[in-house]
């Protein structure tokens, strides 16, 4: 299910700062993403903060790939994955939208890296999975509401192109 036909880019650009508020209210930078986009492919917003749930602090608090950034693979996924195990063409145009996508990302945040983004050195601690407290020193020294709308406008921008080249060839 693909409901990019009928919705306009000014729509598309109010869901950029839904995604920021979703962070703000509290949800990881991967729900955040998917859970402004979602219902476009018949998601619900829960199940699709459910999906994004893991992702937060760059994969289950372990600083790995931004959450933002699993939000645009999530999405993309929805948008253009393939359904059958072997279609091996489907596969890959959906692997050319995420790496189009994710260098976009790397281009305007420096990184994909949770932990390069937040400036972390060293090894991550074991059993740190316990979430941040979110308070406004929190918000206040993190780059992720920043990461979230950039993830957002960039997957917005990716609908957008889509929606403008589907209407050319029809």
């Known amino acids: 299910m693909n409901n990019i036909d009928n ?9 950029v700062n839904r995604a920021v508020e979703n962070f703000m209210q ?7 993403v998917v859970a402004a986009f979602a219902d476009l492919y018949g998601f619900t917003d829960k199940q699709a903060k459910q999906i994004g749930a893991g ?6 608090r ?3 790939m931004c959450g933002a ?6 999405l993309v996924g929805m ?10 063409a489907g596969k890959s145009a959906c692997y050319k939208v995420v790496q189009e996508l994710l260098e976009k990302s790397k281009e305007e945040n ?14 991550i601690p074991k059993n740190n999975y316990v979430a941040s407290e979110r308070t406004a020193e929190y918000y206040k020294k993190r780059p992720c509401a920043a990461k979230v709308e950039s993830a957002a ?10 929606k403008a080249k589907i209407a050319n060839d029809v």
Do not use: H, W
């Open 79 to 88: 948008d253009c994955g393939q359904t059958e195990g072997d279609d091996r």
């Open 153 to 162: 406008k960039i997957f917005a921008e990716y609908l957008k192109e889509k």
């Open 69 to 74: 950034v699993s939000g645009i693979v999530t």
């Open 26 to 32: 509290g949800y990881g930078c991967c729900q955040s």
């Open 7 to 15: 919705i306009s880019n000014e729509e598309l650009d109010e869901r």
């Open 55 to 60: 992702f937060g602090g760059g994969v289950g």
């Open 110 to 123: 420096g990184s994909l890296i949770c932990a390069e983004l937040l400036g972390l050195k060293g090894p």
């Open 62 to 64: 372990l600083r790995m």
